[in-house]
């Protein structure tokens, strides 16, 4: 009974003091310290008024003439005290916020969020006072404190409070403050108890805060491994989604295509395109272009593939030299075309509205949902890749020609034209990676580029033409770089994975999973 009397006591407070001219005009006008300080007084004692006032401060919808501050809304001026509409003067000035004064009214804000009636709201207020604690804000959170009913609120706005004491300059305030905020689990914590272990002179308020930030780190250390696992997985379903279309052109065809990369490239620009287009002619259906996308990347990448196998590359295979060679200045020719097309500069691709954002499972873990989006598509292509080669009568005809081409042409099956399939489906598969890399990253001429060397990684390191071991490659590869980045930096990270490569397959050159059977022997 106490507390809800203390609660309502809180509530008529803040709603019997509303916003007057005075304290508007207070925080439009004067130096910077004055109107922090009456931006301070308004927002421990606001209300509705106060939050619409300051939302139009933040807005830059605020004008200021003759002593009085008006508000604009939809080219109509206001009283933010009365709701008064009035006439806008010719001489009215705008209000002017600088640095500081801006990030004080998104302070305020935040802090006029505690009590609204969404719980995400208030925990997100909660949060961002927490990350930049006031001692101005200490009766606004001391109200929200007593108003609150969600246990996950109530605990943010106690650190948040925490925090606040943690700056008071009596040293048990200090203590308790660090005590508290040692079962918080927010990484913004850990920055604040650093920031007052240098600044603290008391030797027990010192031990407290050590105390309290060993817990701090224990309890985000595994956010920050499940972190490190996704990124390395991450990284890896993209090297599978690049390295399938090359498990294809080399591993079952043999074929060394150094314009694989451009394939890919030419998948994100068909992506582009597709985007394009939406906007201009489908703006409503903006959000469902990647859809269309993914088959127009393909077919381009796939048809491409075809025009190369079938006009250069046919006449070169079991020459594996004279291969390389030609790929690599098809490579060049593909990117001085993109250049020619589309300019030497990256264009950007925007993600629909369903794949942006993130998913938060932990305080310092977000897992992007552009991300966990194509790890999906990743595993969608291989499974639909494993179906084609092994159920279809394509996917026969393709392991037959690998194994045996001469026995698979005297059962009447035609070779070359099982050679463009196969090499416009590896092309093709290429341009799924070039349309899903176009949601993580800048697409350009040197997109392909920057993967074609860690895609033949994939390949050999799993085995030629085994679809398990570039599952287990890529992902293996993936991970083991993100740990290794964590402990060595980027460029040792690569370093110590292409040595372990090379180590590896001097040890053993077939890969992770030897070819069986004839193809084997051949």
Not at 77 to 101: C, H, I, S
Not at 156 to 169: F, G, P, T, Y
Not at 281 to 293: E, I, M, Q, R, V
């Amino acid at each position: 009974m106490t507390r809800w009397l203390l609660v309502l006591c809180l509530l008529w407070v803040g709603t019997a003091q509303a916003l007057t001219r005075e304290e508007a005009l207070g925080i439009a006008a004067g130096d910077n310290d004055a109107r922090v300080e009456a931006l301070a007084k308004a927002v421990a004692q606001g209300d509705e008024k106060t939050a619409a006032y300051l939302q139009a401060l933040a807005d830059d919808a605020v004008k200021i003439v003759g002593g009085r501050v008006l508000v604009l809304q939809g080219g109509q001026a206001t009283d933010p005290v009365t709701g008064e509409k009035v006439d806008l003067p010719a001489d009215a000035e705008d209000v002017m916020l600088n640095n500081r004064l801006r990030g004080e009214v998104d302070a305020a804000l935040a802090a006029l969020k505690l009590f609204s009636p969404e719980v995400k709201i208030r925990a997100q207020a909660a949060l961002s006072l927490l990350k930049e604690p006031d001692a101005s804000r200490r009766p606004v959170l001391d109200k929200a404190l007593a108003a609150e009913q969600d246990p996950k609120v109530y605990a943010l706005i106690k650190q948040a409070r925490a925090a606040v004491l943690l700056q008071s300059e009596v040293p048990n305030d200090r203590l308790l403050a660090a005590r508290e905020l040692a079962g918080s689990a927010q990484p913004e914590v850990l920055l604040l108890l650093n920031q007052q272990l240098t600044a603290e002179t008391d030797p027990a308020v010192q031990s407290v805060i050590k105390a309290s930030l060993r817990e701090v780190q224990d309890g985000l250390r595994w956010g920050e491994r499940l972190g490190q696992l996704f990124t390395g997985a991450s990284l890896g379903s993209i090297l599978l989604l690049v390295a399938l279309g090359l498990a294809i052109t080399y591993g079952l065809m043999g074929v060394i295509n150094m314009a694989h990369g451009e394939l890919m490239m030419i998948g994100a620009y068909a992506t582009y395109v597709v985007q394009v287009a939406f906007r201009q002619y489908l703006p409503g259906a903006f959000d469902y272009y990647l859809l269309a996308a993914m088959p127009v990347a393909f077919l381009t990448s796939a048809l491409v593939g075809a025009a190369l196998e079938r006009s250069i590359l046919k006449h070169l295979y079991g020459r594996p030299l004279e291969t390389l060679l030609a790929t690599w200045g098809i490579s060049l020719v593909l990117m001085q075309g993109v250049r020619s097309l589309f300019g030497a500069q990256n264009v950007g691709v925007e993600n629909p509205a369903w794949m942006s954002g993130s998913l938060q499972l932990l305080p310092n873990l977000q897992l992007p949902w552009n991300r966990l989006i194509i790890i999906a598509f990743a595993a969608a292509v291989l499974v639909g890749m494993a179906l084609l080669i092994g159920k279809t009568r394509l996917g026969l005809f393709v392991r037959g020609v690998t194994q045996n081409r001469p026995m698979a042409s005297c059962m009447g099956v035609n070779t070359a034209r099982i050679d463009t399939y196969a090499f416009a489906l590896g092309s093709g598969i290429a341009g799924l990676a070039g349309c899903a890399l176009s949601q993580v990253g800048n697409v350009g001429p040197d997109l392909g580029q920057s993967y074609i060397v860690d895609s033949f990684m994939v390949v050999v390191l799993g085995g030629v033409g085994q679809l398990a071991g570039t599952v287990y490659a890529a992902l293996g590869l993936g991970l083991v770089n993100k740990l290794l980045e964590g402990w060595t930096g980027a460029v040792l990270a690569k370093i110590c994975v292409l040595v372990f490569i090379i180590v590896f397959i001097q040890k053993r050159p077939q890969g992770i999973f030897a070819m069986k059977g004839r193809s084997a022997e051949a």
